[in-house]
């Protein structure tokens, strides 16, 4: 089983879902494709880590419903027992600065400025998910615990990198030369 499986699971602990539903579901964690998702769940469905149910539905088509079962809450809970493996982080903008000596000021600073902008929507966006959230769902054991505590992570990464993004920014616009169009190597 790989991590997407397990975070399927975890999904299907929570509600009965349809694939597609799954698939928006587990976005905010860990990006994956339908071409990924569907023939996972007919393995774990194969495994009866899930069951699955047909739906049908007179205005679409019908749609099948999986539920997590005993021996798929087993491995997620076994899966809970075992440590995190490194975090892995793709981001379009950090190879971008690496090549920033590639292109002017003028874009460097745009690319920047975009990115702030989106990191100051994700801090509006995470301080209200979090007012909203009740206290008491703020304790360990709740059902929403690690769901506020994912928040509280997401709100205070977008505030790192809305300070770095600012950082360099400022930078480029404080910078009092401009590097030449021939590329330095090192």
């Known amino acids: ?23 928006l579901k587990i976005q905010p964690f860990w990006q994956a494709k339908h071409s990924q998702i569907y023939p996972l769940l007919s393995r774990m469905e194969e495994q009866h880590l899930l069951s699955a149910e047909w739906i049908q539905q007179t205005d679409k088509p019908d749609k099948k419903i999986y539920a997590i079962t005993p021996l798929g809450e087993q491995r997620l809970k ?47 966006y995470f301080e209200q998910a979090l007012h909203k959230m009740p206290e008491e769902v703020r304790q360990f054991g709740t059902r929403d615990f690690g769901l506020y505590i994912l928040r509280q992570k997401a709100l205070s990464t977008a505030k790192a990198n809305l300070e770095w993004t600012t950082w360099v920014i400022d930078m480029l616009k404080n910078s009092t030369t401009e590097s030449s169009s021939q590329p330095q190597h090192q």
């Open 1 to 23: 089983m790989n991590t997407l499986s397990y975070g399927l699971l975890a999904l299907l602990a929570r509600n009965n879902s349809s694939g597609y539903d799954l698939m």
């Open 78 to 124: 076994e899966w809970m027992q075992l440590p995190a493996g490194e975090p892995v982080s793709r981001d379009e903008l950090v190879l971008k600065a690496f090549c920033l000596w590639t292109t002017d000021r003028e874009n460097a600073i745009s690319l920047f400025g975009t990115r702030s902008i989106y990191y100051q929507e994700r801090i509006h």
